[in-house]
DNA sequence: GAAGATACGGAACGCACGCCCCGGTTAGCA
DNA sequence: TGCTAACCGGGGCGTGCGTTCCGTATCTTC
């Protein structure tokens, strides 16, 4: 597989489809016709298909780029003195994008399924390592699992859309956070 | 509007439909196509509009039975002995339901905007008296409002939704119940 | 600067689904 | 039992959207 090198325009044109994809995806999620976002990336439908094979494709290379990043963020906070407060500042973190992220729980539900499991998996990771250091700090009760962890966390991003209110998922993880806190 | 009552085949068809519509939209959300549902119910889809002006229609028909039935079980518990106790069972209930309805999103998402929002209000007046008992007795933080708590609650809902854990849904609850305890 | 490869654009296709229509059937009533 | 009005069924229309095709434009290389 000699990977030539794309053309100058056809790099332009890639980048201008992620772009576009990005905003429009996290603006209405993965229900965003595919005819807009090539509209909004000055392009034709045809030359989307030509860097992506599927529409779920394209959502795929967004989403998945999304989940890593959360990976990345959250194996950066694993080797924090304080383990309690790195796992609320990344409970933090992820309130923060429930605002305005319609694409994340399109993300959850597995719209872009092939290449998300392995960065769900990746998150899954990262993610039980920050848990389980503030388990055993004592910061959070034992009694709560990664993937119920997860499934908080998708809740919490839904419960958040749509509603005006900027202050809201702030409150709500309130409510998680000293749910989470050991009896 | 004089109602003259329907033939004995056009009410019984038009049960059918909805017990066909109400085990559809449980199972599968209003994403369901309503021919689906004419073909469960053992009728053609023409049949289905005779009763039903539009798709949304049945639906509201179907979600604003199910938010009515929950408003009318917050009021029930409203006068309960023990508001704490009346107000965690109420809670008990929803994660109930959240396991195998999975129409329950699309209903807070407001899938069957006329009619659904009369009933929302039922349910947030009934579940207001609710909170504010519990919140007066002690058993709940102050700093959480009405909305708050639909937030909550839908936000757990999808949470657990297509998740096969049939315990989630109550370890899930026991971390939302532990954090609305006052601190 | 010309030739060849590569990429673009948008018109067109197929499909799924909500919704309507009309010929045929059935229930209710005398 | 026969008549009328109500109702049924499913084929069909319009729309929106994902996807493909191909003539044209643009870039790269010699």
Do not use: C, W
Request: net charge negative; glycine share 8%.
């Amino acid at each position: 597989m000699a990977e030539r090198p794309l053309r100058a325009d056809a790099r332009r044109n890639r980048e201008r489809v992620l772009a576009a994809a990005r905003s429009a995806f996290a603006e209405r999620g993965y229900a965003v016709p595919l005819d807009e976002i090539a509209a909004a990336a000055g392009v034709g439908p045809g030359t989307v298909y030509r860097h992506f094979p599927t529409k779920e494709a394209l959502f795929a290379a967004i989403a998945v780029a999304n989940v890593e990043e959360l990976a990345a963020e959250a194996r950066a906070r694993a080797s924090a003195a304080d383990p309690g407060a790195a796992f609320i500042g990344f409970l933090d973190r992820i309130a923060e994008q429930a605002i305005a992220k319609r694409d994340l729980p399109d993300a959850f539900a597995g719209a872009g399924a092939d290449a998300m499991v392995a960065a769900r998996a990746e998150m899954d990771d990262a993610l039980g390592v920050l848990l389980a250091r503030a388990q055993e700090a004592g910061a959070v009760r034992r009694d709560v699992s990664v993937g119920d962890l997860v499934a908080l966390l998708k809740g919490l991003v839904v419960a958040v859309q749509g509603d005006p209110d900027p202050d809201l998922p702030h409150r709500l993880l309130a409510v998680v956070r000293d749910g989470l806190q050991p009896k």
